[in-house]
């Protein structure tokens, strides 16, 4: 039984490009993304028994354990399949690997060379999203530092704090990246299609840096974002007080920062 798994795994794993140095265990691949990081595939059920429906991706980490998790229905990357001359399945099916006792194959739909490669490169893709950051995280020279502080309220005094805030990581040897020294004088914070632009166009700032930095007494709706991006992301965030006070969301959309 365990050999079917195996051959289908080698399919799509066996030259080592995505999951590099793979090992095959029984119904298992593990491999290395990257230094300290290791990766598990394997199909799996999906609700119903001996029905083989997905294909999951286990992100490890040799010191965090279990980093992040991703489940490929096969239905979703290659779609339900017609059966040709099967009165039977008319609607097609589908695609899963079928345990029938001691048989194992995939029940009436074989994928083929071109479906392989597809569901290789949603793998594929999925792993270079961390192997990237990885490579990131690790590369030596000047940091990016995300500058997290409040915009709303006295918006030119919070504007110069940042800008000082920003001055300091600069003077470390760092790079600032600093929403309110960029965004202000092209996007209108009273506008709220403005400033909902800018703010999302600041979570994707906050994606590319390696390290965010908290200033200020309170954290705003705006900056909360931004950290729950960054620790859902394994940015570290590092806070100038030891406590910091949350403010109460505004119900007007664009008071958020």
Known sequence: MSNFFEQELRKLFGDGEIIHDPVFVGRTCLGNLDAGRQVRA??????????????RLTLLDSDLGVVDKLTLRLKEVWGRQKV??????RDGVD???????????????????ADYQKLRQAAGSYLDVFRDRALERTRNGPRLVYICAPLRGDVERNIAFA???AREVFQAGDVPVCPH???PPIADPEAPVQDQAAREMGLRLVETCQQVNVY??????GMQAEIRRAEELGIPVK???????????RSRQGQAR
């Open 95 to 113: 695609p899963h690997i079928w345990v029938d006792g001691n048989s194992v194959d995939w029940y009436a739909f074989h994928p083929t060379q």
């Open 42 to 55: 394997e199909f799996v059920t999906m609700g119903y028994a001996d029905h083989y429906t997905a294909l």
């Open 163 to 165: 800008k000082e805030k």
């Open 84 to 89: 040709p001359n099967n009165p039977y399945l």
């Open 216 to 221: 200020g007494a309170a954290q705003t709706p």
């Open 181 to 183: 020294l960029m965004f």
């Open 239 to 249: 806070t100038e007080q030891p406590a910091i006070k949350k403010t109460k969301s």
